[in-house]
T-cell receptor
Framework: GAVVSQHPSRVICKSGTSVKIECRSL??????MFWYRQFPKQSLMLMAT?????????EQGVEKDKFLINHASLTLSTLTVTSAHPEDSSFYIC??????????FGPGTRLTVL | QKEVEQNSGPLSVPEGAIASLNCTYS??????FFWYRQYSGKSPELIMF????GDKEDGRFTAQLNKASQYVSLLIRDSQPSDSATYLC??????????FGKGTTLSVSS
């Protein structure tokens, strides 16, 4: 399978601060990047889809001005949680996809907002 | 709203038994069906995928798909304690994101 990294793996921040999560596909080119989040005991919920060089498409109920997604290259995408609040505490997982219909998953980032 | 339904469990089976996990989906246009395993605090890892009606076997795992009934299942033979995890069913159409069910927690007792 593909090698996907996410950084940081765990972050704790104060309410009102912004947090940037990086996702890198290390051995393939990710033409599409999906971002999911997972609350405790819940499933992975798709937040947004981005194609390299294009603006992200957000799912209903996900604020595009709060969750900023950048997919400037085929190997790097970032998710910035702006003005984070405790309800944003979750497990964020990136999922890059190459030219075939297979999604890979990053190891996830555990965000805790105090 | 596209939905994927799973019984949350927990499903408890003794070591060596067969574990049967079930999933239904609402979108008749779904083309690809996946089973992932997720350990607590970790990202999902792919176990199997199936595209066509019928059975697909891979080692101790068998995926079964019935598109007419919009039903997909996963059988785990000779269950081991290390199989204890949450199993996520996911579906998609070509080119779209995977839609996940809430997962079924499996507990295999030794």
């Amino acid at each position: 399978g593909a090698v996907v990294s996410q950084h940081p793996s765990r972050v704790i921040c104060k309410s009102g601060t912004s947090v940037k999560i990086e996702c890198r596909s290390l051995d393939f080119q990710a033409t599409t990047m999906f971002w999911y989040r997972q609350f405790p005991k819940q499933s992975l919920m798709l937040m947004a889809t981005s194609n390299e060089g294009s603006k992200a498409t957000y799912e209903q109920g996900v604020e595009k001005d709060k969750f900023l997604i950048n997919h400037a290259s085929l190997t790097l995408s970032t998710l910035t949680v702006t003005s984070a609040h405790p309800e944003d505490s979750s497990f964020y997982i990136c999922s890059p996809r190459g030219n075939i219909n297979e999604q890979f998953f990053g190891p996830g980032t555990r965000l805790t907002v105090l | 709203q596209k939905e994927v339904e799973q019984n949350s469990g927990p499903l408890s089976v003794p070591e060596g038994a067969i574990a049967s996990l079930n999933c239904t989906y609402s979108d008749r246009g779904s083309q690809s069906f996946f089973w992932y395993r997720q350990y607590s605090g970790k990202s999902p890892e792919l176990i199997m995928f199936i595209y066509s009606n019928g059975d697909k076997e891979d080692g101790r795992f068998t995926a079964q798909l019935n598109k007419a009934s919009q039903y997909v299942s996963l059988l785990i033979r000779d269950s081991q304690p290390s199989d204890s995890a949450t199993y996520l069913c996911a579906v998609n159409q070509a080119g779209t994101a995977l839609i996940f069910g809430k997962g079924t927690t499996l507990s295999v007792s030794s």
